[in-house]
Structures are given as structure tokens and as C-alpha cells.
């Protein structure tokens, strides 16, 4: 198992941008796929983006394609979501969850994902 917490979360005006980050702990991040997820109030939790276990594919949800980034840093056992051109409707509880082991590739579907943090607030204003 695998403790996730995420950061960087804030309240930002409309076209601004904040980096979030997903920092792992209990046993190496670099063996697991990882997703973004996002939940608003009183809305079902959305698949913003994913990354595979060496960062070399990339997924991401069409309302933040073009707009958000997905990374990861291996050594620090972290992986981060650059959102720049921030909307209104990007306000959420973010959060970051990983794949089991042997797990291959990225996944949209939340029943994927074992291993969830807690999230981390993002509030857009327009």
C-alpha cells in the first residue's frame, strides 16, 4: 500500500495557474500508474489525468487537455499537475491516486485506483 497526500491546492483568480503535487510514501511511487481526479459539490469525481509508471504516456480528460500537465519526478517520488488557464468550472476537491502494482498503464475509471490521498481544494474565481 501506498500513502498519498497532495499540496498546492489554493483559490485562484480565472486564467491564473497553481501546481499541485502528489508526494508517496510506504513504497516507491515509480511502480505504479497515477491519475488526477477532481470532485466538485453535489458532482460524480472526474478523471483529469493520468501518467504511467516511467512518465512515458500521458492521459488526459477533455475539458483540461491543452491546459493541464501531467509529470512526474521518480528520484522525489512525486507527481505533479501543472494547471495553467484556469476556469471557473475547475474548481474541485483534487485528488491523486495510484494503481496496484503490476497495473499497466493509465486508467480513466476510478475503480482502477487503490490507493487515493485526500485532496487538496482548488477554487477558481471568476
Known amino acids: 500500500q501506498v500513502q498519498l497526500v497532495e499540496s498546492g491546492g489554493g483559490l485562484v483568480q480565472a486564467g491564473g495557474s497553481l501546481k499541485l503535487s502528489c508526494a508517496a510514501s510506504?513504497?516507491?511511487?515509480?511502480?505504479?500508474?497515477v491519475g488526477w481526479f477532481r470532485q466538485a459539490p453535489g458532482k460524480e469525481r472526474e478523471f483529469v489525468a493520468g501518467?504511467?509508471?516511467?512518465?512515458?504516456?500521458?492521459v488526459y480528460g477533455d475539458s483540461v487537455k491543452g491546459r493541464f500537465t501531467i509529470s512526474r519526478d521518480n528520484a522525489k517520488n512525486t507527481v505533479s499537475l501543472q494547471m495553467n488557464s484556469l476556469k471557473p468550472e475547475d474548481t474541485a476537491a483534487y485528488h491523486c491516486a495510484a494503481r496496484p502494482l503490476g497495473a499497466l498503464g493509465v486508467a480513466t475509471e476510478q475503480r482502477a485506483y487503490t490507493d487515493w490521498g485526500q485532496g487538496t481544494q482548488v477554487t477558481v474565481s471568476s
Open positions: 510506504g513504497r516507491p511511487l515509480s511502480r505504479s500508474a
Open positions: 501518467i504511467t509508471r516511467t512518465g512515458g504516456n500521458t
